[in-house]
Structures are given as C-alpha cells and as structure tokens.
C-alpha cells in the first residue's frame, strides 16, 4: 500500500479510514433513531423449510437435504437460536448449509425460481416477497483452486433493496449522522461463504457487484458527503446481532459525485474495517 508521506495526507487517510465506521457508538439525540434495535426477526416455520428443500432436491435432482434428525436440527441451528440470528446472517447460514450437503463434482450447479424463491419465502429471511421474486438464478460454481463461490442473477440491471424496511440503520460519528439506506445489486453479484478458523462466527466475503447506499461523511477537519460505499467482506459474530463489516469507497460515489482527486485516490485505495450491527 502506497505511504501518504505528509501530514495532511495522514490525517485525510485516517479520516477515510474512520467515516465508513459505525461500531461501539453512543446514541445521539442529533442522530434519531441510532439506538433503536433491528426489527424482529420472522418466525421461520421450519417443517415448510424442509417441504421446499424436498421439492426442489426433486427437481434438481441433487442431494440438496435429507430426512433425517441430523438435518432438521441444522436448520433449527439457524432460525431457531437464543438469541435469534438476523435475517441476513439466516440468508447467508442457509446458503452454506447447502453448499456443504451439495456433492463438489454436481458443480456448477445453477437453481432457478419458483424453487429458490419458494425456499427463500418459506425460510422468511426477506420481510417482503418483492427482493426474492426478482431473483431470476442461484448458481454454486467451483473454481480450479477448489473455492466455492455464488452467483446471484436478477431480472433487473440494478435491484435497491431497503434496509430496515426503509427507515435504515444509523449511528453518529465523524460529526454527522451516518446513514445506511439500501443495498444496490448489480448483475453479476457473487460471494463466497466460510467458517472462520478459531470460532463459530460465518463469514461471506469476496463480494462483488454490491454497495451500500446512505448518508455517509465526515464534518470537521475535512468535509466529506458521500453515498457509496463497496461491502467487501462481512464476518457474523457468533451469538449476536453484529459483524465485522469490511467497505470501502465505491467507484461510482466518484462517477456521480465531485471529490478531490487525492480523496479519489485514497478512498478507494484503502477498506475499513467495523463491528457493527448488520442486517436488511
């Protein structure tokens, strides 16, 4: 990584480094809604979990579940826990379930609707049916160096999915209210899903073709407003609602918005790292 020798580098990169970070803040009455917590998770029904898992195993062909104890309690592993695992960790815990129970040498596999849909409905990981339906294809592939990826396609050339229902995720920091509104797909959205090495945490990195739009920024020593930033990794903490949330300065924050081409150049060169809550 390329040293910002002087001091008034130092200081914008470490005010780069910070403005994408929302973690361990205090709620702040200049901030509404800060402190609120994320909205219940939806009671998944289980047994209509296992129906369209059967279903689809029918159709594909490929061993995807099993009727068995072993399996039902995998999947209460993950929508029926104490405390309960948000959505978007349930959404990413089922999708690596089936990874581990799908043979390598079915690769790639590619699932279509109304199968996945009707898995992702019935798992209620998605408050509304809007974001599944425009799901056109799910597809596990492997690449030569055996790593698993996913690839999601939509019917669309840019899907906004709200946060929060709309309202958001906020916190306080770098003397403004930070604000995360949407995630923006793009075709050819991918990730990758693994077990971290010395704990249970679950961890999806290696995103491609996702964002997070919002009101993000700093006021103080430097002004900075920005509204993309790239999700390149996120790692679910184990028994809570947060994860380590890894982003950085998405390229089209500089096609619609003017920036210094010294910010241009260090937004993007350098990610940020935070615990945080994470949900959708």
Same mark, same amino acid.
């Given at each position: 990584? #390329?040293?910002?020798?002087? !001091? ?5 990169? +470490? &005010?780069?480094? =910070?403005?994408?970070?929302? $973690?361990? %803040? ?101 408050? #509304?049916?809007?974001?599944? !339906? ?5 597809? +596990? &592939?492997?690449? =030569?160096?055996?790593?698993? $990826?996913? %690839? ?129």
């Amino acid at each position: 990584m #390329t040293a910002i020798k002087t !001091k008034i580098n130092i200081l914008l990169v +470490l &005010s780069v480094c =910070r403005l994408l970070s929302s $973690s361990v %803040l205090l709620a702040d009455e200049r901030c509404p809604g800060a402190d609120l917590s994320p909205p219940p998770v939806l009671k998944a029904d289980i047994p209509k979990i296992s129906d369209a898992l059967d279903s689809l195993q029918k159709v594909l062909d490929v061993p995807i579940w099993e009727d068995s104890d072993d399996y039902r309690q995998s999947l209460r592993n993950i929508f029926d826990t104490i405390p309960q695992k948000t959505k978007l960790e349930q959404f990413f815990q089922l999708l690596f379930l089936l990874q581990k129970k799908i043979p390598s040498q079915r690769l790639p596999l590619t699932v279509n609707p109304p199968g996945i849909t009707d898995v992702l409905l019935a798992a209620k990981v998605f408050t #509304t049916p809007d974001f599944p !339906k425009k799901i056109t294809s799910v597809t +596990l &592939s492997k690449d =030569r160096a055996g790593k698993t $990826s996913w %690839l999601v396609s939509f019917s669309d050339s840019e899907v906004r999915f709200p946060i929060n229902k709309g309202a958001g995720f906020s916190a306080w920091d770098q003397g403004m209210c930070q604000i995360a509104k949407e995630l923006v797909f793009y075709p050819g959205f991918s990730f990758s899903i693994r077990k971290a090495r010395n704990s249970a945490n679950l961890i999806v990195e290696n995103f491609d073709k996702v964002e997070i739009f919002g009101s993000f920024g700093s006021r103080g020593l430097f002004t900075i407003d920005l509204n993309y930033v790239d999700l390149e990794k996120v790692e679910f903490i184990h028994g809570t609602d947060e994860g380590r949330v890894t982003a950085r300065v998405a390229k089209r924050e500089f096609r619609e918005n003017r920036h210094s081409g010294l910010f241009k150049f260090v937004g993007t060169l350098i990610p940020n790292t935070s615990r945080q809550r994470i949900d959708w």
